[in-house]
């Protein structure tokens, strides 16, 4: 069965340091993976996935991930924080997506930016 | 366009009581998404619509919870005799069948 784990639940970075939110997958076949942001009383929102193409995969707002089978890791990266960055991360994780399919959520992680 | 609409944004009701969820997709979309959002957590899957027709509805936590999507178009979540521990926010979520699924706002939850 696949899973995703996200290590550490509240992040806080300075304002111009570089983001880095954990995200540790498991599963049985390729999987797409998958980050999502969610701002206070808002609904997800996409930021960036892959489906087995480029293993450097860019998103919006500046951010990126790298796939790594070796690791069954798929950590988000953005080399500057901008305070409008504070917000809820989530990896997810789905089977297959030839027909669609239920997403599997890690825990979340919050990001903070300090000024 | 118009996103992933859901209605009312908040709910509160009492325990025992039966309250419906409504979920307007993205035009066009013929997969619908439901998930649940309990404090501190991720979202966790409950049910899966292709067209009108439940594709998949393991995440559904006992018989109290059903859902509907009679034309394929707004589906409504169903929770009978509630109980506090429904209390969450209610995602929504479309998709034309690939991978990328639009969320809406949600709809938050409190049982009293």
């Known amino acids: 069965a696949q899973s995703v784990t996200q290590l550490g639940s509240h992040v806080s970075v300075s304002e111009g340091a570089l983001v880095l939110l954990r995200c540790n997958y498991s599963?049985?076949?390729?999987?797409?993976l998958f980050w999502y942001v969610q701002y206070p009383n808002q609904g997800l929102q996409l930021l960036l996935k892959?489906?087995?193409?480029?293993?450097l995969v860019k998103g919006i707002n500046g951010f990126e991930a790298e796939f790594k089978k070796s690791e069954t890791s798929f950590h988000l990266t953005k080399p500057s924080a901008h305070m409008s960055d504070a917000a809820e991360y989530f990896c997810a994780v789905i089977k297959s997506s030839n027909q669609g399919g239920k997403l599997i959520f890690g825990q979340g992680t919050e990001l903070s930016v300090k000024p | 366009g118009a996103g992933v609409s859901q209605t009312p944004s908040n709910k509160v009701t009492e325990k025992g009581k039966y309250v419906e969820l409504r979920c307007d997709p993205i035009s066009g979309h013929t997969a619908l998404y439901w998930y649940r959002q309990s404090l501190g957590q991720g979202p966790e899957f409950l049910i899966y619509?292709?067209?009108?027709?439940?594709?998949?509805d393991s995440g559904l936590p006992n018989d109290r919870f059903f859902a509907v999507r009679p034309e394929g178009s707004v589906s409504t979540l169903k929770i009978q005799r509630t109980e506090r521990g429904d209390s969450a926010v209610y995602l929504c979520a479309s998709s034309l069948g690939g991978e990328e699924q639009f969320f809406g706002p949600g709809t938050r939850l409190t049982v009293l």
């Open positions: 892959y489906t087995s193409a480029a293993t």
């Open positions: 599963s049985s076949v390729p999987p797409y």
């Open positions: 619509f292709q067209g009108t027709g439940a594709a998949d």
